[in-house]
């Protein structure tokens, strides 16, 4: 197969990150992911086990009980987890990318102290609200409502498709604080620390997904949920705005995901065909085959190459939102045309469930839906590529 070690420049530190992550996914998640599969079971003694590692607190600082790791650093361990359970792999790019890197961003002390530490250390997972059943792409559209009471925010509505909202400590959610009279659109919404503790906080229904089964996805409902005043983080009004930056983060995690999963199905379909034998011969000897995992490893290739460059100027202190877009956008594809090709590789076989590749392929698809689409990808991109000088 191709060596995967060299084609990326790792530093000592990230080759031991690497293989740490590459240990633990053999361990304790790749074994088990199909059953998960089968069963949509989230297996939440990871979370511990993964905190124990310091996998959930990797970009944050070290006084919050963080690892302080440079953003490839994180995306290559991400990458590790995502080629063994891509819904473990979810799990993990919320927590260090949305959640935990809002809350370290305009967090007060005291917030940090309560929450973020616990986040970093694996003792609470975080999850991110944004989403609501009629506000996905407009985003600035949602309707959840927080009105002012003395010195607590009551706050109604719903958020719908939170991932890991059934196990979540700690829930960044954007919720409109403007009045239905007086509408500020995207300046209307502010970031609320919720926890499932508060009065009226409900977790709903959960998904019956295609894929990503073993990541729970739920609709959280806020039923006059009192919510203290001191849970509202960064200013009021600021909300979408700092979600937006924080999904600059959040699609390089989703990058990261889609070329493990691309990269764990290239790797099935290369062992496939040295072992296959049509026509008395392995397939791999067939220029047809060498094609499809040559333009497969190319691919994968290309994503990964721009995915660390970008990661590399961000930690530079570029800005990169639209690189990310980029990334999250190539590597989604990538990782739904190579899962595409595995099973071709596979025939008959790659079309059930005895071998694994069908389950890459629907893991893969939801890489190009959350985090925004990749319509949602190409505005943003459009957007900053057609703008005059
Ligand atoms: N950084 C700072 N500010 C930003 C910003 C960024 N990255 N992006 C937008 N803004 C600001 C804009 O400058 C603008 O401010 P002004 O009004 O002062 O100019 C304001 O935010 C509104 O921005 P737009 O006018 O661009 O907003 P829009 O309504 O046109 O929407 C959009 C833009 C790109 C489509 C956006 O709504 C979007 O990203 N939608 C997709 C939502 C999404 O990704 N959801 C993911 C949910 S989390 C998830 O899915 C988790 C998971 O998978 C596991
Ligand atoms: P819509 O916005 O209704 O889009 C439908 C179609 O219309 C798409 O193809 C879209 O690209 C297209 N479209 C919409 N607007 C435009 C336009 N202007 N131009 C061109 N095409 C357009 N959200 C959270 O907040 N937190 C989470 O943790 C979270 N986890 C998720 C986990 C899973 C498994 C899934 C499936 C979703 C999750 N989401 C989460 C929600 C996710 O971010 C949204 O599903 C996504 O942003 C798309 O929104 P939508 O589903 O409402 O689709």
């Given at each position: 197969p191709l060596s995967y070690q060299g084609i990326v420049a790792m530093t000592e530190e990230q080759q031991a990150i690497v293989e740490t992550a590459k240990a633990f996914a053999a361990e304790h998640v790749r074994p088990f992911a199909a059953q998960w599969d089968r069963d949509a079971?989230?297996?939440?003694s990871l979370v511990g086990k993964l905190g124990e590692l310091g996998f959930l607190g990797m970009l944050l600082p070290e006084e919050f009980?963080?690892?302080?790791?440079d953003a490839k650093s994180y995306l290559l361990a991400l990458e590790e987890i995502a080629a063994a359970d891509a819904s473990v792999a979810v799990m993990m790019s919320v927590h260090n990318s949305l959640p935990t890197q809002m809350l370290n961003t305009h967090g007060t002390p005291e917030q940090k102290r309560r929450f973020l530490t616990p986040l970093a250390k694996g003792e609470l997972l975080g999850a991110f609200a944004l989403s609501e059943a009629d506000a996905?792409?407009?985003?600035?559209?949602?309707?959840?409502q927080a009105v002012r009471d003395g010195n607590d925010w009551i706050v109604n509505g719903s958020k719908a498709w939170i991932t890991s909202g059934t196990h979540a400590g700690v829930i960044i959610a954007m919720i409109r604080t403007d009045t239905p009279e007086a509408r500020r659109k995207s300046k209307g919404i502010s970031a609320f620390i919720l926890t499932?503790?508060?009065?009226?906080f409900h977790v709903g229904k959960k998904e019956d997904k295609?894929?990503?089964?073993?990541s729970p996805t739920v609709t959280l409902t806020f039923d006059n949920m009192r919510v203290p005043?001191?849970?509202?983080?960064?200013?009021?009004?600021m909300g979408f705005i700092y979600a937006m930056q924080s999904l600059v983060h959040g699609r390089l995690g989703i990058a990261a995901q889609a070329i493990g999963i691309a990269r764990a199905a290239f790797e099935a379909a290369v062992a496939y065909a040295n072992e296959r034998k049509q026509f008395g011969t392995p397939?791999?000897?067939?220029q047809g085959v060498q094609f499809k995992l040559a333009d497969m490893a190319t691919r994968i290739t290309a994503a990964r190459a721009m995915l660390h460059e970008t990661a590399t100027a961000k930690d530079a202190g570029a800005e990169v939102d639209a690189q990310a877009s980029m990334c999250k956008l190539f590597a989604s594809e990538t990782a739904m045309w190579v899962t595409t090709q595995a099973i071709q590789i596979f025939g008959?076989?790659?079309?059930?469930?005895?071998?694994?590749v069908e389950k890459y392929f629907r893991d893969a698809k939801v890489t190009e839906i959350y985090e925004g689409t990749s319509e949602v990808q190409r505005i943003v991109i459009g957007r900053a590529v057609s703008a005059g000088a």
């Open positions: 079971h989230f297996e939440p009980g963080g690892l302080g790791l996905g792409s407009d985003a600035s559209a949602i309707r959840c499932p503790d508060l009065p009226g295609m894929g990503m089964r073993a005043a001191d849970r509202m983080l960064g200013a009021e009004g397939i791999a000897e067939f008959g076989y790659g079309y059930v469930k005895e071998y694994p």
